[in-house]
C-alpha cells in the first residue's frame, strides 16, 4: 500500500522541472492578473509553509554546499512573495478586502488595533533589515571572499595528494567537484542576501503605499469618514505586510544558519546539541547564577529555581556519563597495554594493527617466526591509534595501500605489504619506518591539529604550534580548526596528520625503493614478463646474465629515480650489453641511455630544454683519471681540497635552481656520472645526475652555471703544458 501510495508522489518528483517551470509561470500570472480571494489565502498559506519547510531543510542539512540549491529558490520565494504582495494590493485597494488570512492578521494578530500593527511591523522590518539580513549578508560576503581565496591552496593541496599516491584519480575529482561546488555555493549566497534586504525595503514601501492609496480611496471614492478609512485600509495593508514579512523573516534566519554553520556532517541539532551541554561544569555554573536571579528582589522565584533545577539535573546526568565513558576507556587502555606487554613487538599485516599472538611452545615452527623481520614496518605511539582505527574513521591502512599502487604504477616497482603496529617505546605522537627492522624516518604528529605548510613565502604569523614538515625541511605550524581557514587565505597549504605521514611514507619508500627490491621480487617479474616476452627471457636467462646481475641493474635505476615500468627494454638492453661487460655499473649505464628518452622529460622546464649545471670540461677531463674503479663499486678518489671546492660550486648553483622551483639537475659526460653520483650521493642526495649520452636528440641544455675547475688544479696544468 505504501509503495502504491508512494508512486504519484515519486512521479510527481520526477517531474520537478516542470513543477518550478508552473511555478514561475504562476507568479507571473499574479503580477498581471486578478485573484480571488479564496485563491489568495491558498497563495499565502503556500508563501509561509514553503518558508517553513526551507528552514527545517537547512536545519537538517549536514553540510551547507549540499543545499546549493537555495540561493535560487530564494529568489524564486522572493519574487513569489512580492507578486502576492501585488495581488494583495490590488485586491485591498479594489475591493476593501483581500481575504481571510490578511483578516485574520488584522483582528486576531494585532487585535483590531492599527497603531499597534504598525508598530509590531516595523519591528519585525528592523530586526529583518538591520539585525538578521544585514549580518547574514556580511557573514555571506566574507565566507565567500575566503572560499575563493582559498581555492587555489586547496587545488594545490589535492593536486599534492594525488602526485603522492595518498589518493586515486577519482578521489581527486570528487574533491576537486566538492571544492568547486562550495565556491560556487558560497558565492552565490553572496549575492543571494541582496535579494533578502530589497525584499524588507520592497515589504516597507509596499505596506506605505497602501495605507496611503487605501486611506485616499476610502475617502475620496467609497465615500468614508477619515476615520472609518483609516482604520480599514490601515488594517488591511498592516497585515497584509505581517503576512509577507513574516515567511520573509522564516528565510532570512534560514540563510543566516546556513552560512553561519560549520560542515561537521551532522545535522544542526545534533551539532548544536552536542556542543552546548558537553561541559556538565557550565550547566552547574548556570544553575548558580538562575538561583541568584530568582533571589533578587523582585524577581519570580518559580521559573528561575525551575530552570536551575532543570541545568543541575543535566549536569548531573552528563557527569555520570563523563565518568563511565573515562572508565571504560581506561579500562580498555589497560588491557590493550597488557596484551602489548605480553607481546611485545607484535606486528600486524597491513590491514590490522593487533599484537601477533605469543608462541605458545617451543616448535621449530614458533621460533622461526621469532626471527622474522617486517621488510617495511610502520610504527606508531599510541597516541597516534585512531589513525589506523577504520572504527573511528582512521584512513592509514587504507591508504598505506594507496602508496603502495601509486609506486607500482609510477615505478614499477611491487612494495612488499607494510606491517602497521604500536610501539609504547615511542613517545604518543611520534611514528617511525622500519626498513628490514632498522629505522630508517621517523616524525611526530599532532593528531587533533592541522599541519600549515609556508610553500608560497607568506609573511603571515599563524597561531599554532612552529614545526618543521618532515619531508622537504618546510617552514610548518600545527593550527587547530579555527586558524585552518586564515592559513588557507594566506596561500599556506593545509593537510591532515594522516596526509603527513603518508606523504613522508611515499617519499621514503621511494628513497628506498631500491633496498625493498629483492631476488625473489625479481623472479616474480621476469616470471610476469615471460608470459608476454618468452623469447627475450630464453635469450636473456640463463646463458648471458644470472638473477643477481638483472636485480643490480634494475636496483642502480631505482637508487636514482628511474622507474622499471618499462621492463621489456631493460631487459632487451641487458641481453644487447651483456656481452660487453657483466658488470651491473656498466650494464645499468648503457640501459640508462635507452631510457633517456622515457626519464629524463621529468626533469625539462619546459618542453624540450633541461636547465641544468655543468662542468668546465677540463675539470671534467681531470675527474676522468680519478675515477677508481672495483668489481663490485665505482668511485671517485679525490682530495680534501678539491672534494670542498666541487661541494661548494655544486651547493651555490643547485640552490638557485631550487629557489625557482626547478630540479636540481647536473649534467656531465658519461665517463663520471656515476662515480660523480656516487662521490657526492650523501651530500646532495636530491641531486639528479645526468649524461650528454642520456639526453634525447631533440633535448636542449639550458645552463644554469658551471662549476669552475679549482685554481690549485688549473695551476698544476700549467706547467705541463708548458712542458708539452
Wanted: overall charge neutral.
Amino acid at each position: 500500500m505504501s509503495a502504491t501510495a508512494s508512486n504519484p508522489v515519486t512521479a510527481l518528483l520526477k517531474r520537478a522541472d516542470l513543477l518550478f517551470t508552473g511555478g514561475l509561470f504562476i507568479t507571473v500570472l499574479l503580477l498581471i492578473m486578478p485573484v480571488p480571494a479564496i485563491m489568495l489565502d491558498t497563495f499565502l498559506a503556500l508563501n509561509l509553509g514553503l518558508s517553513l519547510l526551507v528552514l527545517l531543510a537547512i536545519i537538517y542539512v549536514k553540510d551547507p554546499p549540499e543545499f546549493s540549491g537555495f540561493p535560487t529558490l530564494l529568489l524564486a520565494l522572493t519574487l513569489f512573495r512580492l507578486a502576492l504582495n501585488i495581488s494583495t494590493t490590488r485586491q485591498v485597494l479594489v475591493n476593501g478586502y483581500a481575504g481571510q488570512v490578511i483578516e485574520a492578521f488584522g483582528h486576531f494578530v494585532i487585535r483590531g488595533n492599527y497603531i499597534v500593527g504598525a508598530v509590531v511591523f516595523l519591528i519585525l522590518v528592523v530586526i529583518n533589515f538591520v539585525v538578521i539580513t544585514k549580518g547574514a549578508g556580511r557573514i555571506a560576503e566574507v565566507a565567500a571572499r575566503f572560499t575563493l581565496d582559498a581555492l587555489p591552496g586547496k587545488q594545490m593541496a589535492i593536486d599534492a595528494e594525488l602526485n603522492a599516491g595518498i589518493i586515486d584519480e577519482v578521489t581527486a575529482t570528487a574533491r576537486r567537484v566538492k571544492v568547486q561546488k562550495e565556491a560556487d555555493f558560497y558565492g552565490a549566497m553572496d549575492g543571494a542576501s541582496k535579494f533578502v534586504r530589497g525584499d524588507a525595503v520592497a515589504g516597507i514601501i509596499i505596506t506605505l503605499v497602501n495605507v496611503i492609496g487605501g486611506f485616499a480611496i476610502g475617502v475620496l471614492q467609497m465615500g468614508m469618514s477619515l476615520g472609518e478609512s483609516l482604520q480599514k485600509f490601515t488594517l488591511l495593508s498592516i497585515g497584509d505586510g505581517l503576512v509577507s514579512q513574516i515567511p520573509a523573516l522564516i528565510l532570512s534566519v534560514g540563510a543566516g544558519i546556513l552560512v553561519t554553520r560549520a560542515s561537521d556532517n551532522q545535522n544542526l541539532g545534533t551539532q548544536l546539541a552536542g556542543q552546548l551541554f558537553r561541559y556538565p561544569r557550565a550547566m552547574k555554573i548556570c544553575a548558580g547564577m538562575m538561583v541568584c536571579f530568582g533571589l533578587m528582589p523582585g524577581m519570580p522565584m518559580v521559573p528561575f529555581f525551575t530552570l536551575a533545577g532543570i541545568a543541575l539535573f543535566f549536569a548531573k546526568i552528563l557527569t555520570q556519563q563523563e565518568l563511565e565513558t573515562g572508565h571504560a576507556h581506561g579500562v580498555e587502555a589497560a588491557q590493550a597495554e597488557k596484551a602489548a606487554a605480553k607481546a611485545k613487538g607484535g606486528k600486524a599485516a597491513e590491514g590490522v594493527a593487533t599484537p601477533a599472538p605469543a608462541a605458545a611452545s617451543g616448535s621449530p615452527e614458533d621460533v622461526r617466526k621469532l626471527i622474522e623481520v617486517d621488510v617495511f614496518a610502520i610504527e606508531i605511539g599510541y597516541g597516534l591509534l585512531g589513525l589506523a582505527d577504520a572504527k573511528s574513521g582512521g584512513e592509514l591502512l587504507a591508504r598505506v595501500t594507496g602508496v603502495r599502487k601509486s609506486l607500482a604504477r609510477e615505478k614499477g616497482i611491487v612494495v612488499p605489504p607494510v606491517s602497521v603496529r604500536d610501539n609504547l617505546e615511542l613517545e604518543p605522537n611520534d611514528y617511525r619506518f622500519l626498513l628490514r627492522g632498522k629505522p630508517v624516518a621517523r616524525g611526530q604528529l599532532v593528531p587533533s591539529r592541522w599541519l600549515a605548510m609556508n610553500v608560497s613565502g607568506s609573511k603571515v604569523r599563524l597561531k599554532g604550534v612552529p614545526t618543521r614538515e618532515p619531508v622537504f625541511n618546510l617552514e610548518a605550524t600545527w593550527i587547530d580548526e579555527a586558524e585552518k581557514k586564515t592559513a588557507e587565505v594566506n596561500g599556506f597549504t593545509v593537510v591532515d596528520p594522516a596526509s603527513v605521514l603518508i606523504t613522508h611514507l611515499s617519499e621514503t619508500l621511494k628513497a628506498n625503493a631500491h633496498h625493498l627490491l629483492g631476488r625473489q621480487e625479481v623472479q616474480s617479474l621476469v616470471d610476469h614478463l615471460k608470459q608476454s616476452q618468452p623469447a627475450l627471457i630464453a635469450e636473456l636467462l640463463p646463458d648471458l646474465v644470472t638473477l643477481g646481475i638483472i636485480q643490480r641493474v634494475l636496483q642502480n635505476l631505482l637508487r636514482e629515480n628511474v622507474a622499471i615500468l618499462n621492463q621489456p627494454l631493460i631487459l632487451e638492453g641487458i641481453a644487447d650489453f651483456a656481452s660487453l661487460s657483466k658488470n651491473p655499473d656498466d650494464l645499468s649505464e648503457l640501459v640508462r641511455r635507452r631510457l633517456g628518452l622515457y626519464f629524463v622529460p621529468e626533469y625539462e622546464t619546459r618542453p624540450g630544454v633541461v636547465r641544468a649545471v655543468t662542468f668546465d670540461p677540463r675539470l671534467e677531463q681531470w675527474l676522468a683519471g680519478k675515477v677508481h674503479r672495483s668489481p663490485t663499486e665505482v668511485g671517485l678518489a679525490l682530495d680534501p681540497l678539491t672534494g670542498r671546492h666541487l661541494i661548494e660550486q655544486i651547493t651555490r648553483h643547485t640552490a638557485e635552481l631550487v629557489q625557482q622551483g626547478q630540479p636540481a639537475v647536473v649534467v656531465v659526460s658519461a665517463e663520471i656520472r656515476l662515480p660523480l653520483k656516487r662521490f657526492f650521493e650523501s651530500s646532495f642526495p636530491r641531486m639528479t645526475v645526468l649524461s650528454y649520452q642520456e639526453l634525447p636528440s631533440a633535448t636542449e641544455i639550458e645552463n644554469a652555471g658551471i662549476v669552475a675547475t679549482p685554481a690549485h688544479i688549473a695551476r698544476a696544468e700549467v706547467p705541463l703544458k708548458a712542458a708539452a
